[in-house]
């Protein structure tokens, strides 16, 4: 049950595109369509913005999107905005029938 | 409104214990999996539990196996961890999570505090 890995940050100008990879085996992110993404705020709990790798809940920004290649997903956020300033946790359901989730990723709008 | 509320935290001596429970309101609790994660002080996210629907289902963190028991109260919509062996690795704030399916959690409450210390 490895954590994920995921760069421990990833910054970007305002405006501008970024994208956060979540790397796994084929035992969790390879292996099944099961990969979510979670934004985390200092001090608040996790609010989540992609399930289903792809998917996002009612009332989460167009901005935000999800995609998986292999063992590999990715979160891509376009148009960068200040309030985008936070952690970014990927998890994946695994073989084990448990779920693990990624080291996290800070990003900084610059 | 979905809302989950989380409760039982403190501070424990390490081998002690402690029950954390959660209420929710808002859905049909008794049609949702449940799970519990937690993240240590200034640490990433850690998934700790998960049990199904009907309770009859349970899957734990290797870490944890054998020391934290997950249940449920459908009758009461409550969610709970006992919490047995306690080390200085588990101190973390403990969050509870909707887990509809495999896809992800779709509500999380706001956490409670457990520090394992002497």
């Known amino acids: 049950q490895s954590a994920l890995t995921q760069p421990a940050s990833v910054s970007g100008s305002p405006g501008k595109s970024i994208t956060i990879s979540c790397t796994g085996t084929?035992?969790?992110?390879?292996?099944?369509?099961?990969v979510s993404w979670y934004q985390q705020h200092p001090g608040k709990a996790p609010k989540l913005i992609i399930h289903?790798?792809?998917n996002r809940p009612s009332g989460v920004s167009s901005r935000l999107s999800g995609s998986k290649s292999g063992n590999t997903a990715s979160l891509t956020i376009s148009g960068l905005q200040a309030e985008d300033e936070a952690d970014y946790y990927c998890?994946?359901?695994?073989?084990?029938?448990?779920?693990?989730f990624g080291t996290g990723t800070k990003v900084t709008v610059l | 409104e979905v809302q989950l509320v989380e409760s039982g935290g403190g501070l424990v001596q390490p081998g002690g214990s402690l029950r954390l429970s959660c209420a929710a309101s808002?859905?049909?609790?008794?049609?949702?999996?449940m799970s519990w994660v937690r993240q240590a002080p200034g640490k990433g996210l850690e998934w700790v539990a998960n049990?199904?629907?009907?309770?009859?289902?349970?899957y734990y963190v290797d870490s944890v196996r054998g020391r934290f028991t997950i249940s449920r109260d459908n009758a009461k919509n409550s969610l709970h961890l006992q919490m047995d062996s306690l080390r200085a690795e588990d101190t973390a704030v403990y969050y509870c999570?909707?887990?509809?399916?495999?896809?992800?959690?779709?509500?999380w409450g706001q956490g409670t505090l457990v520090t394992v210390s002497s």
């Open positions: 049990i199904k629907e009907a309770g009859g289902e349970k």
């Open positions: 289903d790798v792809i």
């Open positions: 808002g859905f049909t609790f008794s049609s949702y999996g």
């Open positions: 999570a909707r887990t509809p399916g495999r896809g992800g959690s779709d509500y």
């Open positions: 998890s994946s359901y695994t073989s084990s029938t448990t779920f693990v």
């Open positions: 084929s035992s969790d992110v390879g292996g099944y369509n099961f």
